[in-house]
């Protein structure tokens, strides 16, 4: 069964309206990672987490809030969306100073109308 | 910006055939590591190769790489249809996450 799950798969959201993008995973990882990709940019790190109740800012913090709970969970925020935050989004679980692979969700699309 | 790049764009063979898709980095790494996304999926690691290998094998797919000219490839022999993805590659360079190429799209018809 999929270690990393995403939800919800498929999302439209109005501009300036708040969406939550949630991630659970199975693998016991203390990191998690939210990245976003768009053509042309590959995978872009939004923000990452060690463990439960951190977190931290990647590459591509703007407009993006994060959250982590619990080891098994980390949700992204979107407070007010908007139609340039319209990408995939990828979940993602690791242990990268142990085995440098990173485990993926199947994604969200998010469309911000 | 990117600190791993993929060459070509895009490829396009026929089953049977091989691939071979090229990645360049920018920095000294720990580990680099090949990932495929077929479509509507999350990518997938393919194979891994630490920074003291020179090539590394599992089953159909062949990585290399060199670290004085700071790039690997990937090899797929024998292709199949669902070969077609995207592949990336990703270096691990001892920071917080990888980082990943914009990846090269392979299509492979029967």
């Known amino acids: 069964e999929a270690a990393v799950t995403q939800s919800p798969r498929n999302k439209v959201a109005v501009t300036g309206g708040k969406v939550t993008l949630s991630c659970n995973q199975t693998n016991n990882h203390n990191n998690m990672y939210w990245y976003r990709q768009d053509t042309g940019h590959g995978l872009r790190l939004i923000h990452y987490s060690y463990g439960a109740g951190s977190t931290e800012k990647g590459d591509i913090p703007d407009g993006y809030k994060a959250s982590r709970p619990s080891q098994e969970n980390f949700s992204l925020i979107l407070e007010l969306a908007t139609p340039s935050q319209t990408s995939v989004y990828f979940c993602?679980?690791?242990?990268?100073?142990?085995?440098?692979?990173?485990?993926f969700g199947p994604g969200t699309r998010l469309t911000v109308l | 910006s990117q600190l791993a790049e993929e060459n070509p764009w895009a490829l396009s063979v026929h089953e049977g055939e091989s691939v071979t898709v090229n990645c360049s980095y920018k920095t000294s790494i720990t580990a680099l590591q090949w990932y495929r996304q077929k479509s509507g999926e999350g990518p997938a690691q393919l194979i891994l190769i630490r920074s003291n290998e020179r090539e590394k094998r599992n089953g159909r797919l062949r990585a290399t790489l060199d670290t004085s000219s700071q790039s690997s490839s990937l090899s797929i022999t024998a292709t199949r249809c669902e070969d077609t993805a995207v592949y990336f590659c990703a270096s691990y360079q001892g920071g917080r996450a990888l980082i990943f190429g914009t990846g090269t799209t392979v299509s492979v018809s029967p």
């Open positions: 993602a679980s690791g242990v990268l100073r142990v085995s440098y692979e990173q485990y």
